[in-house]
């Protein structure tokens, strides 16, 4: 399956895909979720299977409230 979320078209399955970090389960396709962030000279990110994966996350950005 080609991920229509990846600029590069790159060829993505579930076994490839990178892993929610809430469920586990592969982040791939249109309800991809992302968030990244800069802390010191590192880009950290997070991958969600989905917005509601992405809402239960318990946010572990430096500035964040959670």
């Known amino acids: 399956m080609v991920d229509p979320t990846s600029d590069l078209e790159e060829d993505v399955d579930e076994e490839t895909a990178p892993r929610c970090v809430t469920c586990g389960g592969p982040a ?34 430096p500035w964040a409230d959670g």
């Open 28 to 61: 791939l396709g249109v309800g991809r979720r992302t968030v990244t962030w800069v802390d010191g000279d590192d880009a950290v990110h997070r991958e969600f299977c989905s917005a509601d994966c992405r809402d239960e996350w318990e946010d572990e950005r």
